[in-house]
């Protein structure tokens, strides 16, 4: 039997009601073939206490720029400097 647009749903004596109806939504990119790459790709997590044992046990090497700036900027100088005049920085005396 069909409904009319002023009928119950409380008045029907039937059980079980079939309904049709069209979902809204955005379309899908890309195929369902595809699903899961990313998380399949990316390592697991590391609990931050593991994390920061790992740091404590090996410092990362500096690189490039910051490299030359610890290798060229003297930190503890021996040598007394004399009246003003600075040295090289391949300077024995």
């Known amino acids: 039997s069909s409904l009319n647009e ?3 749903v ?5 059980l079980s009601i079939d309904v049709s109806v069209s979902l809204k939504g955005g379309k899908v ?3 369902l073939a595809h699903a899961g790459k990313v998380k ?7 609990d931050k206490q593991e994390e920061e044992e790992e740091e404590e046990e090996e410092k990362k090497k500096k690189t490039g720029r910051a490299k ?5 900027s003297p930190q503890f100088v021996n040598v007394v ?3 003003g005049c600075r040295s090289g920085l391949n300077a024995n005396s």
Do not use: I, K, M, W
């Open 6 to 8: 002023d009928d119950l």
């Open 10 to 14: 409380a008045n029907l004596q039937c």
């Open 29 to 31: 990119h890309g195929s």
């Open 40 to 46: 399949g790709q990316t390592p697991p997590q590391v």
């Open 68 to 72: 030359r700036s610890v290798q060229y």
């Open 81 to 83: 400097q004399g009246f």
